[in-house]
């Protein structure tokens, strides 16, 4: 063969390859071409948006690099193709009537990526980095519901990130410390995130960002997550400001000891097998059956390193992120979690003195927060309270008395078709409002009440303006609508019922008992999270 006729085989052969490795759009007038880090990009235009999906932000976490910190990722040749979601990461399904349930496209281990809607103008935009929520065991940012096109239409640029879920996310086992460089294991799913957050640093300028001006916004698990983001060291400096939508602050294992009348978390990782290499060498689904049937609870790990201590200790030493907060919860949490609801008597007098037996001295105060009148609703707000409600007083307290603008609200909008289900106001609720869908049932999952009447448009666009306006200056506001006073204005919240409307000092009683619940069960190492057992004074 001729030496012309290598060179032409040799380039077919390269060409094949690019094309086989980067397939590229289906047409190349709707491609937006950007070189980042790794290489060149391939989005698709969309009107006034450019939308990029499917991007690494590190390296696949398989086989060796299984349950080991995240690696930045490699380069690549060519243009990479942008146009479609990456896998969403290994989990198991949702049952299939749940409220919660989604068909998944594609689920893999190989599944650190992320995806942005960016304004075509775009110049120091502000970034806002969404974290999806599913107990930290499922969810994805392929979801429709988290489209990003209404932030970005308003200015922002928008990224939603894929991170680790379940026994991939969150086994701590002596195994892993014991080949970890530090000594630790747990909280990869949070390292993750972290990872994502760092290339959005080092990359959204590309696409017209300001990464001095990224927040990280989420919802259940994503909020849970954002407020260990808070107490982790390793992420001062990441994000500038925090949108926290249904958190929760319950006590979680210390690596290699028990706490809190918890196990380590150690210990919960050898109840799936001894020999971490025998669990590193199943496959996929064999890992995610065995931890099903193992019950494993997905949750952070107190490390001493990437968390150094409970997230209440962190806050109560002021050493947590200092930075403006947006956070609140749902009137009705619970109706869609009623499996939290404690075991009580359903008749008045028994209600009361099971009351009295379990709470002592402020028994009082629960049953006026919690009276005998109602006793279903009282275990539906008690719950929430013990849950949600005083998580996110909580957070909006302490972070304002570290000089920090923080605000507060309660979502309480119920409409015909949650009513309908006895949904109103259910956890979750509020995404299609704080997405801009409420009318827009073809990005909801398939059992979602769907609310679409104008009284809910209107909600849903007060309600994206604020975030987004928050996420821009750090001062949640509309046009024409009522202003939002901080936290500190008098115990200040925003109730997004009919329309939004300003309320003082609202929680103040019930977080007043839920923190002395709280402060009484952490003194006498007890776990605070929907906790039963009597309650002790502390030891003097």
Not at 457 to 485: C, E, H, K, N, Q
């Amino acid at each position: 063969m001729g030496a012309i006729a290598v060179r032409i085989v040799a380039c077919i052969v390269a060409l094949i390859a690019i094309i086989s490795s980067t397939p590229s759009p289906a047409s190349s007038q709707s491609r937006s071409i950007l070189q980042i880090a790794q290489g060149r990009i391939a989005g698709l235009s969309d009107g006034d948006l450019n939308v990029f999906k499917g991007i690494a932000y590190a390296l696949p976490p398989v086989g060796e690099r299984r349950w080991r910190p995240p690696a930045a990722p490699r380069p690549w040749r060519g243009i990479f193709d942008a146009s479609a979601f990456g896998a969403s990461c290994a989990q198991p399904p949702y049952p299939a009537n749940s409220v919660y349930f989604e068909a998944l496209a594609a689920t893999s281990e190989d599944c650190l990526t992320l995806n942005i809607w960016a304004p075509k103008d775009a110049r120091d935009a502000a970034v806002i980095v969404w974290i999806h929520g599913g107990g930290l065991q499922r969810g994805t940012s392929a979801s429709p519901m988290y489209d990003g096109a209404e932030y970005a239409r308003r200015g922002i640029i928008f990224v939603s990130i894929n991170y680790r879920l379940g026994i991939f996310g969150w086994l701590a086992h002596p195994g892993l410390s014991a080949a970890s460089p530090e000594g630790i294991s747990g909280n990869y799913g949070l390292l993750d995130q972290i990872a994502a957050l760092t290339w959005v640093r080092d990359n959204i300028g590309t696409f017209g960002g300001d990464s001095r001006n990224v927040t990280v916004m989420g919802e259940s698990a994503g909020a849970l997550s954002i407020t260990y983001l808070l107490a982790s060291p390793r992420a001062h400096g990441l994000f500038a400001k925090a949108i926290i939508q249904s958190t929760n602050i319950r006590a979680v294992p210390r690596l290699a000891e028990s706490a809190f009348g918890l196990p380590s978390a150690e210990a919960i990782g050898t109840m799936l097998g001894q020999d971490i290499d025998a669990l590193r060498a199943l496959d996929t689904d064999s890992l995610i059956d065995k931890a099903v049937q193992a019950h494993f609870p997905a949750q952070p790990t107190i490390d001493g390193n990437i968390l150094p201590a409970q997230v209440v200790d962190v806050f109560d030493r002021r050493e947590q992120v200092k930075v403006p907060i947006l956070t609140g919860f749902n009137s009705g949490e619970i109706r869609s979690q009623r499996a939290l609801i404690p075991a009580t008597p359903s008749e008045p007098a028994a209600y009361e003195a099971e009351i009295r037996r379990r709470y002592g001295q402020l028994a009082p105060a629960y049953l006026k927060l919690y009276p005998a009148s109602d006793i279903e609703e009282s275990q539906l707000t008690a719950t929430r309270d013990a849950v949600y409600g005083w998580a996110s007083e909580r957070l909006v307290r302490q972070q304002s008395a570290a000089g920090q603008p923080a605000y507060s609200y309660i979502f309480d909008h119920c409409y015909e078709a949650a009513r309908a289900r006895d949904l109103c106001n259910f956890h979750a609720g509020e995404l299609p409002f704080s997405f801009g869908r409420a009318g827009s049932d073809d990005h909801l999952p398939p059992n979602w009440p769907v609310p679409g009447d104008a009284a809910d448009r209107a909600l849903s666009a007060a309600m994206i303006d604020y975030w987004t306006s928050f996420a821009a200056t750090g001062v949640p506001s509309v046009a024409a609508g009522m202003a939002w006073p901080p936290f500190s204005d008098g115990s200040a919240r925003m109730r997004f019922a009919e329309i939004p409307v300003v309320e003082h000092g609202q929680a103040d009683n019930m977080f007043a008992f839920q923190e002395q619940l709280m402060i009484r069960r952490r003194c006498n190492g007890e776990q605070w999270f929907i906790n039963m057992d009597p309650v002790e004074p502390c030891p003097r």
